[in-house]
């Protein structure tokens, strides 16, 4: 993959998540018929300040998000803890937004967010589910 350029590999992503979706036959999770409870403005507002959200990445690797109360947010990823970012979310309507400034290519990225149990999912603007980590929220010590 470091050998190919970034343009070509957003594309090639893009192509495969087409191909995954169209080999799944709908089976890959769309807000329409998602399990749990949609989050809109005042609830996001409500819980979203000082929380943590928690999962592994493809190769089994932690990962952390912490999102501030003063809608910035700080990531750390890696067994060693050695992949860092930070940036900043907020709120669009109902949508949380987030902006890293290394990850994700540093674009921001709007999303509806539905919490099922202790995970906190992700969808898209075309309503498939883009992520789901566990959610901690902000504690009071």
């Known amino acids: 993959v470091s050998g190919i350029p970034e343009d070509r590999i957003r594309a ?3 192509k495969l998540a087409a191909v995954v979706r169209e080999l799944t036959g709908g089976a890959t999770e769309h807000l329409d018929h998602c399990r749990g409870r949609r989050l809109f403005a005042a609830e996001l507002h409500a819980l979203m300040p000082g929380a943590l959200l928690t999962t592994r990445r493809v190769y089994g690797e932690p990962l952390e998000i912490r999102l501030l109360a003063d809608g910035t947010m700080t990531g750390c990823a890696g067994f060693a803890g050695e992949d860092r970012d930070t940036g900043r979310w907020w709120l669009e309507g ?6 890293w400034q290394r990850w994700s290519y540093g674009e921001p990225a709007s999303y509806a967010m539905v919490l099922d ?3 906190m999912k992700f969808y898209l603007e075309s309503g498939f589910i883009e992520d789901s980590l566990v959610f901690h929220p902000a504690t009071t010590e």
């Not at 109902?94 to 902006?99: A, E, F, G, L, T």
């Open 94 to 99: 109902d949508r949380w937004v987030r902006q």
């Open 117 to 119: 149990g202790d995970r």
């Open 12 to 14: 090639g992503v893009g």
